[in-house]
């Protein structure tokens, strides 16, 4: 009591002194090691998705703020944590109580993907529609010995106006879809219907098969179209299969245009902006048979459009920085969108003169595009990761505006990982102008460039090649037609049997809808993922497994 009687005497003599701030200290409540196992794993590639057109902003305890890309996660919560769990016990590994987990899940990174509200009931239905049969009917049935004509891909994808594209079936067709003879019954009901119909005007009835005709057409060209799309991305799949250690696939796709960006921007300013064009490289190489590497290569046009001719420039460009970052590789696969810049002869013709003329020991073998409208890859992931760095690089007090900063903004502290950008300028007046035309190009998707020309191979089971100088782009080309069958071994299906069979429970499935690959491992899923390679059940949907297992315990 006497200590507080002389503070209080203290205080009213020489006033009360300041309080002191002592440092806020916080408990760690959670191991370093074990807070980094369960960042990596759901930071792995199989969970998270990025988005390239937004960001989210993440505030720490400090009141810090850090931008980052917008990423959303595909599977529930408890899913997550369920996997986590298997995950940890499969390796022994200690890990944090549910609830821990759970909390942890609410302050990360990736926020959980939800449905969006308000759409129109039969535009959401019907897009949901295009997904399932695009996702799961069409990829889940197509094989090339199939006895249902709607699921030979020898018959569909036969040309019947082209006689080097057309093969015969080396079996019958003697069974029949339900779901895809809807479509046939459907058109022939409602014919039946309105012909049922008395007393109706002609310019009526002209009118209704005018618009009942052009509907059949456009739903039997939208089939056709989803058939090539799933058939047409099977190449992709089938690339990274067997990618050899001198091989590499590379990704290509340019990027929305970059508009210049001020640290402080007036509002006179914000308009009338001309954006910059920047194209975007993935190159993808296998190691052994499980790991494959990704390297970015990102080329900012300084000067030029983007047309085959600055395509031709970067592809050269890539091809010297191959051959100095990665000399093992010596064969390369281009991938890219069926866009016009592209998809043309001028570049074809390049690439085979590039292949036959050019100072690098790095050839093209092959170029595969995908179906209209479904270009779609792994360049978009890049591309937002890219942007989020030129953001940052932004609210540090730096002017984007031109080509010059954007190099300087991506090699910032480091540049992103993975990422090489370098600037290219195109001369226009340099392109050649040529008139060459291949007959019904924009239906070949797949190039094989050979020592004698150019081998287009439309699908797998047809082959038809091009012998002709096209490195010369004369004015017209000479095309000799030969019609060589090529038998093609079908898909690996291997582990089918083993996950048709076997107890799934503690196992890491594939989060694509109805696919049904499941592994015992991580990094078998990510490979699996990364490569697309998915398997849908042709037996029976998941409503009859669960009536199956529903008979079996009431029998019990």
């Known amino acids: 009591m006497s200590k507080i009687d002389a503070a209080r005497k203290h205080a009213n003599l020489e006033k009360p002194g300041q309080m002191l701030n002592t440092p806020r200290i916080y408990r760690m409540l959670f191991s370093q090691p074990q807070l980094m196992h369960f960042v990596e794993f759901i930071s792995s590639p199989i969970y998270p998705q990025a988005v390239g057109y937004r960001s989210k902003t993440l505030q720490l305890s400090s009141v810090l703020e850090m931008t980052i890309p917008k990423v959303v996660r595909n599977i ?15 390796q022994s590994y200690e890990k944090f109580s549910r609830s821990t987990l759970f909390k942890m899940l609410n302050c990360s990174v990736a926020s959980l993907k939800k449905n969006h509200h308000g759409l129109d009931n039969i535009t959401a239905d019907g897009m949901k529609a295009v997904e399932n049969i695009t996702d799961f009917e069409m990829k889940g049935h197509l094989s090339y010995e199939s006895t249902c004509i709607d699921h030979c891909a020898v018959h569909s994808l036969s040309d019947a106006s082209s006689v080097n594209f057309r093969a015969n079936c080396n079996h019958e067709h003697t069974d029949g879809c339900n779901n895809c003879c809807l479509v046939n019954n459907f058109f022939d009901q409602i014919e039946t219907t309105f012909k049922s119909l008395l007393s109706l005007p002609t310019d009526v009835i002209d009118e209704f098969d005018h618009d009942s005709n052009r509907a059949k057409d456009q739903i039997l060209s939208w089939k056709a179209h989803c058939f090539r799309t799933v058939h047409q991305d099977r190449a992709k799949t089938e690339v990274l299969r067997n990618l050899q250690d001198n091989q590499a696939l590379v990704v290509m796709d340019w990027a929305m245009k970059l508009l210049p960006i001020k640290h402080r921007e007036a509002q006179s300013d914000f308009f009338g902006k001309k954006g910059i064009s920047w194209h975007i490289l993935s190159l993808i190489m296998s190691w052994d048979s499980s790991d494959l590497d990704v390297y970015t290569f990102v080329h900012i046009l300084e000067l030029g459009n983007q047309g085959w001719f600055s395509v031709a420039h970067i592809i050269t460009d890539l091809l010297l920085q191959i051959f100095i970052t990665q000399p093992n590789i010596s064969e390369l696969i281009l991938k890219s969108d069926n866009a016009g810049c592209y998809h043309c002869v001028p570049l074809i013709s390049y690439i085979h003169n590039l292949n036959l003329h050019g100072n690098i020991d790095i050839k093209i073998s092959q170029y595969k595009f995908s179906e209209a409208q479904s270009g779609k890859d792994i360049c978009d992931a890049k591309t937002a990761h890219c942007k989020m760095h030129i953001l940052r690089y932004t ?22 990982k993975g990422v090489f950008a370098s600037g290219i300028a195109v001369d226009q007046k340099y392109e050649i102008k040529t008139k060459a035309k291949i007959p019904n190009i924009s239906s070949m998707n797949n190039f094989e460039f050979q020592a004698y020309g150019v081998m ?13 100088k096209l490195a010369a782009l004369k004015e017209s080309v000479d095309m000799n037609e030969n019609n060589n069958h090529d038998s093609n071994d079908t898909e690996n299906m291997l582990e089918i049997n083993e996950l048709e069979n076997g107890d799934c429970d503690g196992l890491f499935a594939c989060p694509e809808q109805s696919c049904v690959k499941v592994y015992t491992h991580p990094r078998f899923l990510e490979a699996h993922i990364y490569s697309g390679n ?10 009859d497994k669960v009536k199956r297992f529903g008979l079996k315990s009431v029998q019990q």
Request: hydrophobic share 30%; proline share 5%; glycine share 8%.
């Open 534 to 543: 998915h398997v849908y059940s042709k037996n029976e949907n998941s409503y």
């Open 456 to 468: 287009v191979v439309p699908f797998p089971e047809f082959v038809e090649e091009y012998y002709g």
């Open 76 to 90: 529930k919560t408890s899913r997550l944590i369920k996997c986590y769990t298997a995950y940890s016990k499969d």
């Open 395 to 416: 609210g540090e007090g730096h002017d984007v505006l031109t080509p010059e900063d954007m190099i300087a903004a991506l090699n910032l502290n480091g540049g992103v």
